[in-house]
């Protein structure tokens, strides 16, 4: 019967040692070796019989797809899209901030230095893009999380 | 659908109660009892032990009894009228 829990063992091995796969993973064993059993009283050899049970009880890789998609979703899905959408508030936050630094600079160098000419204005709609832009990818994020709820 | 059953047991159950014209695989089987289980259709528990291993019983829930229900009727609607497209076959 060492055989059964080998070859279990050997097509669950890609797949996390979680409480639920060890469960999984038991239960199935306990059924091959009912089924190999079955089959030693039937006459078989015991080889025969684990070989037999092996095949009869089929493709494991469905019972591994299955298991997947009920993981998936939650991980996959939660994760990757929450970190990103977090990048684009911190991105339009951090360009706000850059783009009033250097705007005050214009200001400040413009009335220091050259008080009866105003120019400042012309370059602050330039810098203006950086955080126009950065609020349409974050507004662009809020909406597909919403669409994801 | 007499008592709680585990995994093996159904497919031999389902073995006998076709004559073996159905021998459903028990990898196919775990598939679907994993299914109805994320659906809240089945339950599962760990029962006393028995040859070594403690075993897995399956019970349906009440959802699943209310989903059973519906999906019954539903065939028998499909049944009715493919009986009624086959008329003269």
């Not at chain 2, 159905?22 to 299914?35: D, G, M, N, P, S």
Request: glycine letters at 6%; a negative charge.
């Amino acid at each position: 019967m060492q055989k059964i829990r080998a070859y279990v063992e050997e097509q669950f091995a890609d797949l996390p040692e979680t409480e639920q796969i060890a469960t999984l993973k038991e239960e199935i064993m306990d059924s091959m070796e009912e089924k190999a059993a079955d089959f030693m009283l039937g006459g078989k050899a015991e080889e025969d019989a684990i070989n037999k049970a092996i095949v009869d009880f089929g493709n494991l890789a469905e019972i591994k797809k299955e298991f997947q998609l009920q993981q998936e979703p939650k991980q996959k899905d939660g994760k990757l899209k929450k970190q990103k959408e977090d990048m684009s508030t911190l991105n339009l936050g951090f360009s706000i901030c850059g783009s009033v630094l250097i705007i005050g600079l214009l200001i400040f160098v413009n009335i220091y230095y050259t008080p009866h000419e105003i120019w400042f204005v012309f370059p602050t709609f330039a810098i203006l893009w950086w955080p126009v832009s950065m609020a349409f990818v974050w507004m662009k994020a809020r909406r597909r999380k919403v669409m994801h709820r | 659908m007499d008592g709680d059953k585990y995994g093996y047991q159904i497919s031999k159950d389902i073995a006998a109660w076709t004559d073996d014209a159905f021998q459903i695989k028990e990898a196919t089987l775990y598939a679907v009892f994993q299914r109805l289980e994320r659906r809240e259709l089945i339950e599962s528990y760990q029962g006393e032990k028995s040859h070594g291993g403690k075993r897995k019983y399956y019970t349906i829930t009440t959802l699943g009894k209310a989903y059973w229900q519906e999906a019954a009727k539903e065939w028998q609607e499909a049944k009715q009228l493919i009986d009624i497209f086959m008329e003269g076959v």
